[in-house]
Every structure is written in structure tokens, then in C-alpha cells.
């Protein structure tokens, strides 16, 4: 190697997760964070985790299903104010 061109190796680096793991590594950077790893990601640990899209689509549904009630009483009180 070169001298003077190469940035500064950490043999200890460490990076901190969101979920509160610490791992030590050989890094450019001496501090890094990440939202995941190894120890909370789905893929690794064999947990699932659920995601209400049928909650969304109901409350999506439920919106659709009001205004189409509002849309009715108006045109209803429109031809009832035109006799």
C-alpha cells in the first residue's frame, strides 16, 4: 500500500442498531448506526410481522360507503326542494 492516500482503518468500529445491538467491526468509519440487523430483521429471527392492510382497505371502504349516503340524502333534498 501507498502511504498517506489511504483513509484511517478502526479495527474496532462499532455500529450501533436501533434495536440496541452493538457489533464490533473493521470499518473506515469508527461510529455508524443502522435501523437493522441481523438480530432484529424479520428474515434472520423467523418472526413475521403482520401489516393491517385489510384494517386500511376496511377504513377505505367505510369513507366510500359515508359519502355515497351524504351523495344520496343531498340529491334526495334537491328533488324534494324542486316540487
Do not use: Q
Not at 7 to 36: D, L, R
Amino acid at each position: 500500500m501507498k502511504k498517506n492516500i489511504h483513509p484511517t482503518y478502526y479495527t474496532n468500529a462499532v455500529i450501533h442498531c436501533a434495536c440496541g445491538k452493538e457489533i464490533i467491526v473493521g470499518s473506515t468509519k469508527e461510529k455508524m448506526e443502522v435501523e437493522i440487523c441481523s438480530a432484529c430483521h424479520p428474515f434472520f429471527t423467523g418472526k413475521k410481522k403482520l401489516i393491517d392492510t385489510a384494517g386500511r382497505v376496511e377504513k377505505f371502504k367505510a369513507r366510500r360507503a359515508k359519502a355515497r349516503k351524504s351523495e344520496a340524502r343531498s340529491t334526495k333534498s334537491e328533488t324534494n326542494s324542486n316540487k
